[in-house]
């Protein structure tokens, strides 16, 4: 797959969210802008991709306008591949208005991890999670890195 998908987040990531948000008693709507949210792999299992810390470190530099938080303790691992693919965790953007922001952070996050490796093929593999009019709607992209940007610029994010 090299495109984006939009679909309508399943049971299985709407039970992911409102366990770490249960885990962590965080309400919905307790200001933050992004959670970052781990990946499920087994039942009642969950990783955070390698990109995570340093995404998070990165995205907090580059911005002061939208919160971002992890919601994570000590059972959750993080997991690294040898190769240089960009594997994101799942970004759940709280705040809908901030959707094209973080899509430019991360955007630009892409764009700084290619740097010294032009010549190198790199795929990024990144989730977002929306809530749009009380439905929770997933948005994958998986492809390679130097078209994420193009490809987000190619749909109406309002229309999702």
């Known amino acids: 797959m090299n495109e984006i998908e939009i679909t309508t987040c399943d049971e299985y990531i709407d039970n992911v969210i409102i366990i770490n948000l249960q885990d962590h008693n965080i309400e919905e709507n307790d200001g933050a802008g992004c959670l970052v949210l781990p990946s499920p792999y087994n039942d009642g299992e969950y990783y955070y991709a ?27 691992e993080v997991r690294s591949l040898h190769s240089f693919d960009i594997f994101m965790p ?58 994420f940007a193009e490809r987000f610029r190619d749909i109406d994010l309002n229309e999702l």
């Open 50 to 76: 390698q990109e995570t810390i340093d995404f998070v470190k990165y995205f907090k530099e580059v911005c002061n306008e939208v919160s971002i938080a992890v919601l994570a303790n000590g059972d959750i």
């Open 90 to 147: 799942i970004i759940w953007v709280v705040q809908n208005v901030a959707l094209p922001a973080v899509i430019g952070i991360v955007s630009s996050y892409i764009y700084d991890r290619l740097k010294g490796r032009e010549d190198e093929d790199a795929n990024v593999d990144v989730s977002f999670v929306v809530d749009r009019d009380g439905e929770k709607k997933m948005v994958h992209f998986k492809g390679p890195a130097r078209e």
